[in-house]
């Protein structure tokens, strides 16, 4: 009597533990899905790794300081596109709402999506530089050989001159680089081999 008591805790805590080890991995996956957009609202947040802010509203007060905004512009792998600013550099001054703009050209013969990864340099004006609207907001689609230009809108928060760190600075550096939207990849790829079994 006394062991099969014994057998049927056993079997209880048995449970107990298979129902606490589905509970923590089930949580562990939930956490692995949100790490990616909680990582990106923190970047938001706090500028880290140079991430700029998004503005919902232009800036209402112009300082008589000035800083140089330099443009560069990448392409990753995978994406036949060329991508360049319009103007390298400019010379703003913090509050000043200002409008640059970019050149995308799809190189290939057929559409292609791509999107845009951006931060700033030094690290510490990404908490400073806001975008009120970009292109980078949202996927960009070009058709074959099409070309476009893309703009920017920003400003350097006049809170810059409250951070003693990021006050010093005196050139700010936007970088975009373009990436392939994953499903054109396979599509691409599709294309490419159906053109050289053609040739063969």
Known sequence: MRHEARAGDSRRRNRRVAALSALVAAGML???FAAVPLYRLFCE???YGG???RAARSSDTVLDRTVRIRFDANVGGGLAWSFEPLVHTVDVKIGENTLA???ATNRSTQPLS???????????AGLYFNKLACFCFTEQRLEAGESVEMPVSFFIDPE????SDARRVREITLSYTF??????KSAAAR???ATRGKGS
């Not at 810059?160 to 951070?163: N, Q, R, S």
């Not at 990436?179 to 054109?184: A, F, I, S, T, V």
């Open 160 to 163: 810059i001159m409250k951070d």
């Open 30 to 32: 939930g956490l692995a």
């Open 51 to 53: 991430t700029t802010q």
């Open 114 to 124: 791509g999107s845009a990864t951006f931060n700033v340099t030094p690290e510490v």
């Open 179 to 184: 990436y392939p939207m994953e499903p054109q």
């Open 101 to 103: 703009f970019y050149r």
């Open 45 to 47: 947040a706090t500028g």
């Open 191 to 193: 294309a490419d081999a």
